[in-house]
């Protein structure tokens, strides 16, 4: 497998008795982050023995049956819960979970703050889509104010998450954002985010043009790609814009890189020195 | 990567993957896909094809290869792949999986 790329590679790790092409719609970005994800976890060297796939409910959380990797596929919210408890018992397995901004923040945001509080080693890919997926297009805690969704026909009037800034406050080990669009960008965080200790959370911006695009006037899956390589932009870039520019933009890079213990070291470490009578 | 210059590689794309989705003829920067009458990406101008890989990053289905010209196979794990899909689709290609998830895979 060594010196494989592109196609080949990912077709490579995909389970060849699900049904293909997968079940997401036209221009979904959820395929491109199965792609990153297989390319991070070949690029850093990975067995497939080695890494777990823990996926919530949600358009999202389909990612994990198509891959072979160890997966489960657990309740809506509680993705996290699973892959702490199998953190905890395996410490050596690269744990990643794969949640949707509904799934991690609205039903899972208590899980998602705690998990990072913790610092538990897991590495949580939040594939926000700014929009409930899966059960019809209600709004999510990203959906953007003023945006319609079929909850929110008259436009959105609560404020939404800041997902990086949730999880800095919350003190995560390692906060990035990327997108779809920039893939290679992309694939860097997540391989990051698997390597660093403690809790990572790469917030990955993907478009769901059946939900959220139709309503909110962009055309076709090609016009939502382009608005997210026009919105998404580098954090250097982003700084050196006027608050009224920053407002239509969202940054993008590796805000949070820090190597606090994470709980299952930690864990471990005192039940050596329990054993030791230390 | 492989040589960044014009023509030589050769584009596949795998129609029963293919969704139509636009985004590889929409970005590729030398214009060598194009959506046909069935909505399905087809390769019109190969010797335009540079090599830089967005399209096998971006296509969210795996649909499309870009290999140097010289090897004239298609990876064997590929075609099991191809094979398998062949043998079914059912998938509607036009944005309507939320629906069919909700429906008849999960009840939300
Ligand atoms: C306990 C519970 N409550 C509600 C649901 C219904 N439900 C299924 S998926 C979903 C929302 C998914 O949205 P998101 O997490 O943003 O993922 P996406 O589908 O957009 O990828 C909801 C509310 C459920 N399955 N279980
Ligand atoms: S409904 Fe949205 S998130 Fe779900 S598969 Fe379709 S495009 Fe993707
Ligand atoms: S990006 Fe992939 S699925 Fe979309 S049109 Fe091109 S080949 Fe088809
Ligand atoms: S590799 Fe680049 S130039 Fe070649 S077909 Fe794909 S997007 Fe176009």
Known sequence: ?278 | MSVKSKGNSTVTIFPDWCKGCGICAAFCPGKVMELNDQGKAVVVKEEECISCGFCELHCPDFAIMVRPKADDEIPAVCRAVLEKAARKTDMPADGSAAEKNSSDMEKG
């Open chain 1, 1 to 278: 497998m060594a010196d494989m790329k592109g196609t080949q590679l990912i077709h490579e790790y995909l389970r060849h008795n699900k049904k293909f092409p997968h079940v997401f719609c036209a221009g979904c970005g959820h395929g491109i982050v199965l792609g990153s994800l297989i390319r991070s976890i070949h690029g850093l060297g990975l067995s497939k023995d080695e890494v777990c796939v823990v996926a919530g409910i949600g358009c999202s959380g389909r990612l994990a049956a198509y891959v072979d990797f160890n997966t489960v596929h657990t309740t809506h919210g509680r993705a996290l819960t699973f892959a702490t408890g199998i953190k905890m018992a395996k410490p050596n397995m690269h744990v990643i979970v794969v949640m949707g901004d509904g799934d991690s923040m609205a039903i899972g945001g208590n899980h998602l703050i705690h998990a990072a509080r913790r610092n538990i080693g897991v590495t949580a890919l939040i594939l926000n889509n700014n929009i409930y997926g899966m059960t019809g297009g209600q709004c999510s805690p990203t959906t953007p104010s003023g945006a319609f969704t079929m909850t929110s026909p008259m436009g959105q009037m609560e404020q939404s998450f800041d997902c990086v800034e949730l999880m800095t406050a919350a003190k995560a080990n390692y906060v990035a954002r990327g997108s779809v669009f920039h893939v290679k960008k992309l694939d860097k965080m997540i391989m990051e985010g698997i390597s660093n200790p403690g809790f990572g959370v790469v917030e990955i911006m993907t478009p769901c043009h059946t939900q959220y695009g139709r309503k909110n006037k962009f055309k076709t899956p090609v016009d939502m790609f382009k608005n997210i390589k026009d919105t998404v932009i580098s954090i250097e870039r982003y700084n050196q814009l006027s608050e009224e520019e920053q407002a239509s933009r969202i940054p993008s890079g590796v805000f949070v890189q820090k190597d606090t213990p994470s709980l299952e070291e930690k864990f471990y470490q005192m039940a050596a020195s329990c054993q030791g009578g230390a």
